[in-house]
């Protein structure tokens, strides 16, 4: 396994990391809590040693199997939460979005309780959890640096939700030197990404990206095929059809990513993303054993050629041949600026309405 740092905080990441929201929750199929702090002890034996949690994850439970799990190896794991959903005072209905808070009081007070559950003294990365860019005022950040300055954390992050509001909020978290920003980026999806590294590179600045659904949810593992029927609770059944259906057919037009066995699809999505050296690490949804075992070994098959990365660039460009929609218009992004920012980097048309 690799390493690449976050920003310039010395904060180093394996680059595969492991997201630590199925770890608590049943969004991604049931497992007893022990095989949960199984798995994630699996993880770390095969070279993963970066844990993304959250503290909205199971409403603290993935924090508290998390630390059970890493307890003994603090020293050699790095470790993530998000804070910034208030669940203690709002129950959670279904997949649905908790309201956040993110008053100086409230985050202070958030970290620590995180880390009473992880039992740590201190987390290596700290992000903001889909915050509003309004919501990240002057006093909130002196709040944060306070924070780190007293060894709660060492890295900062905003982790991003593109449904839910995100180009202004990555783009100010670039502006203010935060060490790393955590977005939606996979070859189907690509429009958050691509932005962040054009505005990284324009700014010349330090932060890092860590992609999160990096398979697409199941199409580019093939763990969602056209014979696989989602559960009710499955958080993938939000998609409609014809964004699945669209998928399977990109996913024909990339086969030559799998060189000839040389990798498999879903090794091939991560070394995808790892040809960005913006990308710091990527987190997949692993959900078994076998998964850790492919994809914890993604970065020690052959990287992308740039041969291949300007074929992938060239079929994106044309929407990999395919004409027809895939129920997923880019009015799916909601903005927290009424769509200005949207509209400006040219991801919705100038008439478009921010909604």
């Not at 470790?79 to 709002?90: E, Q, R, S, W």
């Not at 991003?160 to 939606?184: K, N, Y």
Request: hydrophobic content about 35%; overall charge negative; glycine content about 8%.
């Amino acid at each position: 396994m690799q390493h690449r740092e976050l920003g310039d905080s010395g904060v180093e990441v394996s680059e595969v990391a492991f997201g630590a929201w199925v770890v608590g929750t049943d969004w991604w199929g049931d497992r007893s809590e022990a095989e949960a702090v199984e798995m994630v002890q699996y993880a770390l034996n095969q070279g993963v040693d970066f844990f993304d949690t959250g503290d909205v994850y199971g409403h603290g439970r993935s924090e508290e199997l998390i630390g059970e799990a890493l307890g003994e190896y603090r020293e050699e794991v790095t470790v993530a939460t998000k804070v910034g959903y208030d669940f203690y005072n709002n129950p959670q209905a279904g997949h649905g979005e908790l309201p956040k808070e993110l008053h100086s009081a409230y985050v202070r007070e958030a970290v620590e309780r995180s880390l009473d559950r992880l039992d740590m003294e201190y987390v290596d990365v700290l992000f903001l959890h889909n915050a509003d860019v309004s919501e990240v005022t002057d006093d909130l950040l002196q709040t944060l640096y306070d924070m780190r300055e007293e060894g709660l954390y060492d890295a900062l992050g905003w982790a991003l939700g593109p449904s839910i509001g995100w180009l202004a909020e990555g783009d100010r978290a670039v502006e203010l030197d935060f060490d790393v920003v955590q977005t939606v980026f996979n070859l189907f999806e690509q429009t958050p990404g691509r932005h962040f590294i054009e505005t990284i590179r324009e700014e010349n600045a330090d932060t890092s990206l860590i992609a999160r659904v990096p398979h697409s949810s199941g199409l580019l593992n093939e763990q969602v095929t056209p014979d696989t029927e989602l559960g009710k609770g499955d958080h993938r059944a939000h998609r409609p059809d014809a964004w699945f259906e669209t998928g399977w057919e990109k996913l024909e037009k990339i086969r030559f990513l799998e060189r000839d066995g040389a990798r498999t699809m879903g090794q091939a999505t991560i070394q995808w993303l790892l040809s960005h050296d913006e990308v710091a690490s990527v987190t997949p949804t692993f959900r078994s054993r076998e998964d850790i075992d492919e994809w914890a070994a993604a970065p020690d098959t052959p990287r992308l050629s740039e041969t291949e990365v300007e074929r992938v660039a060239a079929l994106y460009a044309d929407n990999f041949g395919i004409e027809r929609d895939d129920g997923m218009s880019p009015e799916q992004f909601r903005s927290s600026v009424d769509g200005e920012d949207l509209r400006e980097a040219g991801v919705l048309p100038v008439e478009a309405a921010g909604d």
